[in-house]
T-cell receptor, first 111, second 113 residues
């Protein structure tokens, strides 16, 4: 596609429920990144996929968070047993060379 | 480890005035440096980037930034601010291609008429 697409744009979930956030990167981009942006905070790195290499999961805050990237394209970020502190905007970015292209994000609210 | 400091959380400038947003980084080798802008409810848009070469880089929307190795800085400038420049600005640093970028906490720019 022309840009990085994220869905849903907004998600409200009850505490304890699981959620899945989707990222559809720009076609041909080999690298895909997930970041989290909490209110008043900068961007916190979560996970990075590069081609067929093992992902860099060093930023995942707990084992409730996981992500996969199928066929080197679409990625899903899953948060299990959501907590109120998980409320944030989750941003996906993709790149071919240097300089990310970001999606518009998914705003997650845990109530 | 890489880190980025944006000392100013908020900056207010008058429309038509000049702007400088500060960014200091910590990185052991030659950094790759970026400035992004985020309008409310939007994703981040790349303004400009520095990899090597000329230390003064030009970006979109009339922005420029200067890499100063001796000061570990990469400040963003614009000679004349427009009301539409009101947004949040993020500085980021990375290593070679493929490594994650580390972002600063952001500077919120307000433009008064």
């Amino acid at each position: 596609g022309a840009g990085v697409s994220q869905s849903p744009s907004n998600k409200v979930t009850e505490k304890g429920k699981d959620v899945e956030l989707r990222c559809d990167p720009i076609s041909g981009h080999t690298a895909l990144y997930w970041y989290r942006q909490s209110l008043g905070q900068g961007l916190e790195f979560l996970i990075y996929f590069q081609g067929n290499s093992a992902p860099d999961k060093s930023g995942l805050p707990s084992d409730r968070f996981s992500a996969e990237r199928t066929g080197g394209s679409v990625s899903t970020l899953t948060i299990q047993r959501t907590q109120q502190e998980d409320s944030a905007v989750y941003l996906c970015a993709s790149s071919l060379t240097y300089g990310y292209t970001f999606g518009s994000g998914t705003r997650l609210t845990v109530v | 480890a890489q880190s980025v400091t944006q000392p100013d959380i908020h900056i207010t400038v008058s429309e038509g005035a000049s702007l400088e947003l500060r960014c200091n980084y910590s990185y052991g080798a030659t950094p790759y440096l970026f400035w992004y802008v985020q309008s409310p409810g939007q994703g981040l848009q790349l303004l400009l980037k520095y990899f090597s070469g000329d230390t003064l880089v030009q970006g979109i929307k009339g922005f420029e930034a200067e890499f100063k190795r001796s000061q570990s800085s990469f400040n963003l400038r614009k000679p004349s601010v427009h009301w539409s420049d009101a947004a949040e600005y993020f500085c980021a640093v990375g290593a070679e291609y493929g490594n994650k970028l580390v972002f600063g906490a952001g500077t919120i720019l307000r433009v008064k008429s």
